[in-house]
């Protein structure tokens, strides 16, 4: 199975586990659980919870709570909170620099005019894409250094 967003969440929660859509809200619980069993072990040693809440009705809203704070407390204890962060921190830094440069290479009239250029060469399999983005990578670094 690859590693997928069930496998990154420290607690699952199924909403809408009343009235009709108790049943399914189960159901997904353990669909939940049984992908959550095929998944490799946890360094931190952290079993993820699944349950079933109803907001409507406010059932399993206090045990929710109480096993955030309990996750809480073993991710701090055991320094996982942290290294979470930092790791949350460089993923976060990276996201930004490539907006930033991103948003700096489409508000270039020059960029875009290459791009318009060299996207059919591309697409037509005439240029390589990383040829073309080269080109686009020299241009705009060449039109940084301008005074």
């Known amino acids: 199975m690859k590693r997928g967003i069930v496998e990154l969440a420290d607690l699952v929660l199924v909403n809408r586990a009343d009235g009709e859509t108790r049943r399914a809200a189960?159901?997904?619980?353990?669909?939940?659980?049984?992908?959550?069993?095929?998944a490799s072990p946890r360094r931190d040693g952290w079993v993820v919870p699944v349950g079933v809440v109803s907001a409507l009705e406010g059932t399993g809203v206090g045990e929710s709570w109480t096993t955030i704070l309990r996750c809480h407390d073993q991710?701090?204890?055991?320094?996982?909170?942290?290294?979470?962060r930092s790791r949350q921190n460089l993923a976060w830094?990276?996201?930004?620099?490539?907006?930033?440069?991103?948003?700096?290479?489409?508000?270039?009239?020059?960029?875009?005019?290459?791009?318009?250029?060299?996207?059919?060469?591309?697409a037509l399999g005439l240029r390589s894409p990383i040829a073309a983005a080269e080109s686009i990578l020299d241009l705009f670094l060449s039109s940084r250094s301008r005074p």
């Open 75 to 84: 991710m701090t204890r055991g320094g996982h909170l942290a290294t979470k």
């Open 26 to 38: 189960e159901r997904a619980a353990s669909f939940f659980r049984a992908a959550l069993a095929l």
């Open 93 to 122: 830094l990276s996201a930004e620099l490539t907006d930033g440069l991103l948003g700096a290479l489409r508000s270039s009239p020059e960029i875009r005019t290459r791009l318009a250029e060299v996207e059919p060469e591309v």
